[in-house]
């Protein structure tokens, strides 16, 4: 999952990776523990620096977020604020 996130970020320059899905609290902070830990041995250099956090909506997770794309890409006008640094 590290070199997965590496690979990612090397292409989207994100600022922010969230871990959720639909496990248990406890499963989900070790796995955001151990990417982390993971992270340190993959050669990062060139990437943009991006903060990996912990996820709270759990298994709704991918069907809020893809339910949500076809508002932006429709109803926003600024298409890249889903890219954007929250305040």
């Known amino acids: 999952m590290a070199n ?13 990776v969230v871990i959720d899905g639909a ?7 070790r796995l955001v523990e151990s990417v982390e830990m993971a992270l340190k041995n993959v050669n990062l250099s060139g990437i943009t620096n991006f903060n990996l956090r912990e996820g709270a909506i759990g298994r709704d997770a991918r069907a809020m977020g893809a339910a949500s794309l076809p508002l932006f890409a429709n109803f926003i006008i600024d298409r890249d604020v889903l890219f954007k640094e929250a305040a």
């Open 23 to 29: 496990m248990p609290a406890t499963v989900r902070a």
């Open 4 to 16: 997965a996130i590496a690979a990612v970020s090397s292409i989207t320059e994100c600022s922010e």
